[in-house]
């Protein structure tokens, strides 16, 4: 498991955070789902999916699995839902979610099936491994994008299709992905997000054009006092180098942290500068740059290795 992904998941597996995430795509930013409301599900998919004489077990492993039990429009709501966390575009995932959510449902009907043990059933019951009255959990699975670039992969499984013919299709059950990408979400529509994810996704958005991230977290006073946790997604997820500028709460200035970089970028400059135009040694010219700098030369030989 790679450093993203390891960090991306604890990020999301917060409640805070996961229920923040899917208030904003279900909810429109509606304060609906809790974190309180929330319980903890094994991540690990697996089920006999091949009716009563299935021998092969099928798993498959989500990033994040939660159980909402709460209340919608005056009435009890039981939801299954999935977090699946993307530092690339991923091509097949109506596929893979699809795969996902299948297993959940024929682990459901297993799991209804196993609770009615012992009790007289019709042979149809008794076949199908559920009863007449029996109900399923709907499960919901959200894709979060963490790229900059625009969600150019497909967005359902009529998307994946060569074919068109709505004759056809129609007899064809769709599967649409719950895509939450930076680049759709709207300057407005970031104040929908209650917690530091949605710094963290307007962040990305706009982490590609130096001038608009600069101006961003010089005027977005959220940005001067930022959890810990939100700037090392911000960093993994945007391949940065920014170095933490903690206060005593523990917290990170991405103005402070920025301008650091940006001085640290002046500071590589004039050794490069020193040894090209100058014809000084790389020891000689790090020395210098120390010295005008007022750093330590290991900083300034630390830099230099960082930027090779």
């Not at 491994?129 to 979060?144: A, N, R, S, W, Y």
Request: contains cysteine; charged residues 30%; negative net charge.
């Amino acid at each position: 498991m790679g450093a993203f992904d390891t960090m991306s998941k604890a990020y999301l597996k917060d409640p805070h955070h996961f229920a923040d995430a899917v208030n904003f795509l279900l909810f429109n930013g509606d304060d609906i789902v809790h974190p309180s409301e929330l319980r903890e599900l094994d991540p690990t998919e697996i089920a006999l999916t091949y009716g009563n004489d299935a021998n092969e077990p099928v798993q498959k492993i989500r990033d994040i699995a939660k159980m909402w039990t709460g209340m919608y429009d005056d009435n009890a709501v039981y939801l299954i839902l999935g977090i699946e966390n993307q530092s690339k575009i991923h091509y097949a995932i109506a596929v893979k979610n699809m795969v996902y959510d299948a297993l959940n449902y024929a682990k459901q009907v297993i799991e209804a099936k196993k609770s009615r043990r012992g009790e007289s059933e019709t042979s149809e019951e008794f076949l199908s491994g559920f009863h007449k009255e029996d109900k399923l959990i709907p499960v919901i699975t959200l894709v979060i994008y963490f790229g900059s670039e625009e969600w150019d992969g497909p967005k359902s499984l009529y998307d994946m299709f060569d074919i068109k013919n709505q004759r056809i299709l129609k007899y064809v059950s769709d599967y649409k992905v719950n895509l939450i990408e930076p680049y759709s979400i709207s300057p407005e529509d970031f104040t929908k997000f209650k917690t530091e994810l949605g710094k963290v996704m307007e962040y990305i958005k706009y982490s590609k054009d130096k001038v608009k991230i600069n101006q961003l977290v010089h005027d977005d006073a959220q940005f001067w006092k930022i959890h810990k946790e939100s700037f090392d997604l911000i960093n993994q997820a945007t391949n940065s180098r920014l170095k933490p500028i903690l206060d005593e709460g523990g917290n990170v200035n991405m103005c402070m942290a920025i301008d650091e970089m940006k001085k640290d970028s002046e500071i590589v400059g004039v050794v490069k500068f020193l040894m090209n135009e100058m014809h000084l040694s790389l020891d000689e010219a790090i020395g210098k740059a120390a010295q005008s700098f007022a750093k330590t030369k290991e900083y300034v030989e630390q830099l230099v290795k960082e930027a090779a």
